[in-house]
């Protein structure tokens, strides 16, 4: 199998490169690198079997030989990052997703989106099943990133009901692991690096806002298995255990006792959701998939490989 792997360098994207490699399939991995990383695919770079295209999809890409699946995960995905990149986070959203629907319209390979819990906003159901449309912005400052995600949905089922292309979308929910970027924005990387500094662990409103924070292993053990189930609607894939943002915040003090951090209260941002757990009953269903790494467990990992990245840094001299 050969797959075209869009935001490959990126987070989930350089871990699902590596798991396809290692189940014997040809990787083209694809990314702009506005917010992917070189040194996320580093170790896969002399591999036979793996190549790295620096291209924005944005763009048409052409690619020669056969493809056997296009995996679309171009995108910037944290606050921060759709923040500062509005315009690119619309384009790879729309122009990109239809550019890599179209290679796989003409190479006949399968599509898989990899779309957001985002699309589902500040929900006012909870948890959140397939079936439930959302509660969102379309002109807040998050908007940029949900309503190109929404509109990458229905343009792969256009493609799918138009032109037959074999297609799946997956909406992934909080993820987390090595290879994020400290600077990331995100909960978990926000938080470690705060620690990891000594500084206060900022936590936004009163922090009892939920989510579900799903170990990368197991994210792409789910991709893996609904890449091979005939299933063309969107599937929720996360874990389903929910944490407060103020007890995760506790729990990644635990690992930092004696360092002198602690939590400082922030005003939450505009439209942060309240509320945000998958029901993954649909997954379970297609692919019998289940989360087995627990927070703690995760959070060992990945702090661990945090703090090994953050000494391997050169200091700044003074």
């Known amino acids: ?57 944005s763009k048409p890409l052409e690619v020669d030989g056969a493809v056997d699946y296009v995996l679309h995960f171009a995108s910037p995905a944290s606050p921060p990052d759709y923040l500062r990149y509005p315009i690119p986070t619309l384009k790879v959203g729309s122009l990109g997703t239809l550019n890599a629907l179209g290679m796989a319209k003409a190479k006949g ?80 990387p926000n938080f470690i690096h705060q620690a990891l500094r000594g500084e206060p662990l900022t ?44 007890e995760l915040a506790q729990a990644i003090l635990k690992f930092f006792e004696g360092k002198g951090s602690r939590v400082e209260m922030r005003p939450l941002p505009i439209d942060d959701p309240k509320q945000r757990r998958p029901d993954i009953s649909r997954m379970q269903q297609l692919t019998r998939w289940t989360p087995r790494i627990g927070l703690q467990e995760g959070l060992t990992t990945t702090i661990a490989w945090f703090t090994q990245s953050a000494a391997a840094q050169p200091r700044q001299k003074r």
């Open 1 to 57: 199998m050969r797959y075209l792997i869009t935001g490959g360098a990126g987070f989930i994207g350089s871990h699902l490169s590596e798991r396809l490699l290692q189940e014997g399939g040809d990787v083209l991995c694809v990314d702009n690198l506005i917010t992917g990383s070189p040194s996320n695919v580093a170790h896969l770079q002399g591999r036979p079997k793996f190549r790295f295209i620096q291209h924005d999809v």
């Open 109 to 188: 390979a399968k599509f898989l989106l990899a779309s957001t819990s985002e699309v589902y906003g500040d929900p006012q159901v909870h948890p959140q099943p397939e079936t439930y449309w959302g509660h969102v912005n379309p002109v807040g400052p998050r908007g940029v990133y949900d309503e190109a995600k929404r509109f990458a949905e229905a343009l792969t089922m256009a493609y799918h009901r138009e032109h037959n292309v074999d297609t799946r979308i997956i909406r992934i929910f909080n993820t987390y692991g090595p290879r994020m970027r400290l600077n990331d924005g995100r909960a978990v």
């Open 203 to 246: 936590v936004y409103g009163d922090g009892r806002q939920t989510r579900s924070f799903c170990y990368v292993d197991d994210l792409v053990d789910g991709i893996v298995g609904l890449m091979k189930v005939d299933y063309h609607e969107p599937v929720n894939i996360g874990n389903p255990e929910e944490w407060t943002i103020l």
